[in-house]
């Protein structure tokens, strides 16, 4: 076991405990702030969305109902990246570096 | 030569003239300020004219010449920038209300190093607010007002460089230094039938710039040649103590006689017949010197999902301050209104997880593109959207059908270029895009000069309007 990749990648032929929830099957989304996107099918937002949408009345209390709406609209979109990004919790491993791991200068 | 000849000549056929003495820099400095207040509003391509810089720069670069110091080959030709890169003399804006009064006492990086090339500074060019990091969906996303194309200002100029693809599709000036996080480049040089050309990440400092997302913004030019954009790029290329990301790394170069290059696969699904019909011509233009193979397929994603979630998490901290003082409502767009508060509500572990999987799709990405000089397909599925219609509403039959190299290329920080290759409908220019490997610019620039020597479309020129 030359490296902490190595090791890990033998140790992960062990099961893991916890069950993954599956993807959702909204189309994929894709994003571009250059670019327009296109935008979900409006849907009511889930409460997960409008309790985090809810800060937003901190900074702008002249914020609507239907602007806090559109913001947890948005904010579910969002989280639907988390869902793509890790299907089923088998694309990434508990090994996988990010792309900008850290490093201690010499 | 007209003036106008003059005025829509690519930089370096102005650097010839320059050294010819057929012109000097304060003339083509006055002619461009000229056109740039004629036209400038009316393409909703200008923030701020900066006469006095311009001329006092445009009488040292004379005077440098006539001494016989000539600093390079940009010496004495006039530009202007994207108003996200700070320049001393003028706001620096971002293109948006919040802050319209913002001023920078210094030059970025880039601007420094075209004013030590003898680069004449014109102007700080309208852009879309905040590079659309907000979420816009509507040309109206400006406090200077839509950008306008000079093919037809019925129609956008294509964002967030709305500036910079307008202004020097229109001639108003020699060339211009745009941004790209995610098509910010590419899409206004094929709106505005312009040579726009997205470095490597790390090729050129940001120093002095709009930050957005810091792991994939990138400076690069806007020009009315590829040959253009090659010189541009070797000026303000470079490694530079104010951005670490920046990087002296040497230009990959053209590998065999004929260039080798792939098609991507279903590149032209839901897209316009005319976009298709001209790229299609073009392949056989690059048939004619390239080695092109069909059916590239670039490695499964989510290429969308993964920028999205790292993008949120780097848009949301970088403006945090704007979202937190509640002043989104200043925005121009009714969506960025609200759109810090969506990217302010992602969480920590998506944009985690979206640098872990990044890694693994730009690993995959650069193998795949390896044995390859470019990549190509067309730039976009349709031509400019319409003035006054949300985007998504403008073609809803063409959009979001094609597969498309965006995000998988800002992700990976690998240079793409776009070109004109005609004119589809309405009479709106197309574009050809070219997708190179890391540090391969001149490979693409070389390939699309080639191709503009053997078409001609990037000398193509909008009839332009003044209205007041």
Redesign the interface.
């Known amino acids: 076991m030359s490296t902490r990749k190595s090791f890990l990648t033998a140790a992960a032929s062990l099961p893991i405990a916890a069950a993954v929830p599956a993807a959702a099957s909204t189309p ?12 979900p099918t409006p849907k009511p937002p889930s409460d997960a ?1 409008k309790g ?2 809810e ?2 009345r901190a ?5 609507t109902d239907k ?1 806090i709406d ?2 947890a609209g ?2 579910d ?6 869902k ?3 299907p089923k919790g088998r ?2 491993k508990n090994w ?5 791991p850290f490093s201690v200068p010499e | 030569m007209t003036q106008e000849d003059l005025a829509f000549s690519d930089a370096l056929a102005l650097s010839a003239l320059l050294k010819k003495k057929a012109v000097s820099s304060v003339e083509l400095t006055n002619l461009y300020l000229s056109r740039l207040e004629k036209y400038g509003k009316t393409y909703g391509a200008v923030v701020t004219i900066m006469h006095d810089r311009a001329l006092r720069e445009a009488r040292a670069a004379d005077k440098e010449r006539a001494a016989g110091n000539v600093r390079s080959v940009l010496h004495g030709v006039p530009y202007g920038v994207k108003d996200l890169l700070a320049a001393a003399g003028a706001p620096t804006t971002w293109g948006a209300a919040p802050y319209r009064n913002q001023v920078f006492d210094f030059d970025g990086t880039v601007v420094k190093k075209l004013k030590s090339a003898g680069a004449v500074l014109l102007a700080k060019l309208a852009m ?1 607010e905040l ?3 907000f ?4 040309a109206d996303a400006s406090f200077t007002g839509p950008g306008r194309s000079p093919w037809n200002r019925d129609y956008w100029s294509g ?2 460089s709305s500036g910079p693809g307008a202004a020097t599709s229109a001639g108003l000036v020699g060339f211009s230094i745009g941004s ?5 480049i590419m ?1 206004p040089a094929a709106f505005c039938g312009v040579s726009g050309l997205r470095p490597t990440y790390g090729r050129v400092s940001r120093h002095g710039a709009m930050a ?2 810091w ?1 994939s913004d990138k400076l690069g030019p806007i020009c009315r040649s590829a040959r253009d954009a090659q010189a541009v790029l070797e000026v303000v290329a470079g490694k530079d103590p104010n951005d670490p990301t920046a990087r002296d790394v040497a230009f990959k170069t053209i590998r065999a006689r004929r260039p080798k290059i792939a098609v991507m696969k279903d590149s032209t699904a839901k897209t316009m017949p005319e976009i298709v019909k001209n790229f299609n011509a073009s392949l056989r233009v690059l048939e004619s010197f390239c080695d092109v193979v069909h059916d590239f397929e670039i490695p499964k ?9 790292i ?2 998490g780097e ?1 949301a901290s970088a403006f945090r301050d704007l ?4 002043r ?2 200043e925005l121009q767009s009714v969506d960025d209104r ?2 810090g ?7 920590a ?2 944009f ?9 799709l ?1 690993e995959a990405l650069y193998k795949a593109i390896e044995p390859y000089d470019a990549i190509v397909y067309p730039t976009l599925s349709t031509v400019a ?1 319409p003035v006054g219609i949300p ?2 509403k403008a073609y809803p039959d063409k ?2 059908g094609k597969v498309e190299l ?2 998988p290329g800002n992700l990976a920080g690998l240079p793409s270029l776009s070109v004109p290759n005609g004119l589809g409908m309405h009479h709106l220019p197309s574009g050809l895009a070219f997708m190179g490997r890391a540090w391969g610019e001149k490979q693409l620039t070389a390939i699309a000069s080639e191709y503009q020597a053997r078409t001609k479309f990037h000398l193509m020129r909008p009839h332009l309007v003044s209205v007041d």
Do not use: H
């Not at chain 1, 994929?28 to 935008?39: E, G, H």
């Not at chain 2, 979420?135 to 509507?138: E, I, P, V």
């Not at chain 2, 994603?301 to 979630?309: K, M, N, Q």
């Not at chain 2, 997880?353 to 693994?360: I, N, S, T, Y």
């Open positions: 994929a989304p894709t994003a571009s702030p250059a670019m327009p996107t296109p935008k969305a985090l949408a800060i937003a900074f702008d209390p002249n914020l602007n559109d913001i948005g904010i979109y969002n989280l639907s990246f988390g793509r990004i890790n694309a990434l996988d570096e990010p792309v900008t | 879309v590079a659309g990091g979420g816009y969906n509507d964002g967030s790209e996080t995610n098509g910010s899409v957005l997302m792991s994603g989510p290429y969308g999902s993964v920028f999205g979630a993008f949120n848009c979202i937190e003082s509640g989104s409502r609200i759109g508060y969506q990217v302010y509500g992602s969480l572990v998506d985690v997880d979206g640098q872990r999987r990044r890694a693994q730009n959207y985007f998504d959009w979001g965006g995000s």
